[in-house]
């Protein structure tokens, strides 16, 4: 693991040690820490939306659809594999 410093000013600094002691977190940097992966799965998400909203639109999904996906899923789970994206 690397050392990245960074300053705040105090306002901000006595807001991360009231989470820290408050939110259950052992340092500062695991609440850093965290606050950057949940930035970073903010983006993914944003990534996945955008790529999503700008795809050509598809045949609608019925019931039938969701049943046959759950089905696959759950015989994937019994063979104790991972489900392939071909749901």
């Not at 999904?61 to 089905?71: C, I, P, Q, S, W």
Request: no cysteine.
């Amino acid at each position: 693991m690397t050392t990245m410093n960074i300053s705040l000013p105090e306002s901000l600094k006595a807001f991360v040690d009231e989470q820290v002691r408050h939110r259950g977190y052992g340092t500062s940097s695991e609440y850093v820490r965290e606050l950057i992966r949940r930035d970073q799965d903010r983006l993914r998400l944003r990534n996945l939306l955008l790529t999503g909203a700008s795809s050509a639109p598809s045949a609608p999904v019925n019931e039938a659809y969701f049943d046959g996906l759950r089905e696959h899923v759950r015989s994937t789970a019994r063979a104790g594999g991972k489900p392939s994206r071909k749901a």
